[in-house]
């Protein structure tokens, strides 16, 4: 099958199969009037005036900007019930301490798979209308094996029903479930979860809330150790409620990201960026919990590549549009368009693994290609809260177009 998405007015990229840190992040591609020739959802060719000979489909891509699709590297979309009460609590002053895990934990056990996968299904399908043709989505509201099985089994159907690609992460190290010892249920998580998660492939990574009130250093550091023992890859929420030295443990496992770090130290900063650890910032959280933002200017001067995602869940942050993400990374953590734009594409694949796969549009990588209307990608902070999406391709295949 070999597609050509024609007449490009304008190109926006970055490049590269792993993620771009510092200055760097600076530097996107940029071309006027390109095609982009596609065989079996692959990118095989970006060039001006490429020949319609034997070609089988042409999307039509007048007028519109072509960006990388979104990667979305951050969320909590799987959950059945709101918690407005609580957020509006917040919004009179009140702090927020995680409690309202425990109220989403009990509509989750409510809830059927079936009612699971259709709730995700949804938020899933409205981020594609916003451009993320890749999402990762966290378990961690059922708190025991039947129900955080249940929740990645509700993942595995959503997967099979919706284009866009779904990297499920186990985070069953969420918070404590009521009735029963701190001890006993870490011990569930290591000797129970972590290896039924792994036999049935429920998911690629294993994350842990580790965080004042939450998991500590050294619980987080043993559940960890062993989700990579048991060949999971690892995340950590690290820093988002107090500086707790998330950071720093994650840069001591190596870990593929460290999300959150509203309040990381310059030490966590500095041994992230030796160990190669993707800090994963999540603006939207900061917005709605009406806290500091994360130091993401600090991080890109240390040579860190940023990345940027949602972290759409039903307690801090009910943000799932990337587009807006990239406008509260302007506004509000004085990041440049461009950067906002790379942290949010090829870093959020890197933040994934994916990076050699998805994340930019260049030859030999997966054709997931949205086509936005804008004047130019400048707009994109500008216009907040506009959507500037037209049309969504994933793998090649026109799979949303705005009416
Ligand atoms: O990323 N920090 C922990 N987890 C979520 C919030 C979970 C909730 O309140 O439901 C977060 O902010
Ligand atoms: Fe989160």
Known sequence: MRTLIAGIRQLVTPRGRGPVGGEKMNSLFVQDGVDILVEDGRIVRIAV???TRGIDNTIDAAGMIAMPGFVDPHTHAVFAGTREDEFLARVRGVRYDGGGIL?????????????????????????LAWGTTTVEI?????????????????????????????????????????????????????????????????????????????????????????ARGAGLRIKIHADELAPSGGAELAAELSATSADHLLCTSERGMRLMQAAGVVPVLLPGTAFTLHTEYAPARRMIALGLPVAIGTDFNPGTCLIYAMPIVIGLAVMRMGMTVEEAITAATL?????????????????????????????????????????PVRAVICGGKTVYRAR
């Open 347 to 387: 870093n959020a694949a890197a933040a994934l693994e994916l990076a050699d796969e998805i994340g930019s549009i260049e030859e030999g990588k997966a054709a997931d290609i949205i086509l936005l209307d804008v004047d130019n990608y400048r707009q994109i902070p500008y216009f907040f809260g506009h959507n």
């Open 49 to 51: 005036g490429i020949p």
């Open 138 to 226: 966290k378990s961690g509201y059922g708190l025991d094996v039947e129900n955080e099985v249940k929740l990645l089994l509700a993942l595995r159907r959503v997967r099979r029903n919706v284009p866009t690609r779904i990297v499920a992460t186990f985070l069953g190290a969420h918070a404590f479930p009521p009735a029963m010892r701190r001890d006993d249920y870490i011990s569930m998580i290591i000797t129970e979860m972590i290896p039924t998660v792994r036999r049935r492939r429920l998911a690629q990574f294993c994350d842990v809330f580790c965080d004042e009130g939450f998991y500590t250093i050294a619980e987080t550091r043993a559940i960890l150790r062993a």
């Open 103 to 127: 109220e989403t934990m009990r509509a989750v056990r409510a809830a059927s798979e079936e009612t699971l996968a259709a709730n995700a299904r949804a938020h899933v399908r409205r981020m």
